[in-house]
C-alpha cells in the first residue's frame, strides 16, 4: 500500500492511500496480470493521532485472469 497525501481536516486526520499497480499473482490461481476487474474503496478506522480519530481511505483495485460470469462468485 502506497500512501498519497494525509490530510489534516481539522477534527479528523485522514490518511488516503492505494495498492500497489504493477503485475501482481491472480489469488484464484497464481497467474501474474496486470488486468484489473474492478475498484473498491474501504475506509478503516486507526488510532487517534494527537487526540484526533484518524480514517484510512483505500483505493484498490482487484486483479484477476478470469471472466466473471453468471453463478461465479468473485471470478
Known sequence: MFIDR???EGSVVRV???TRAGPLPCPRCGTVTTRVHGYQRRRLADLPVG????VIEQLGGGLGVHEVGP???GG
Open 16 to 18: 488516503v492511500a492505494r
Open 71 to 73: 453463478g461465479m462468485l
Open 6 to 8: 494525509v490530510v489534516d
Open 51 to 54: 487526540g484526533r480519530p484518524t
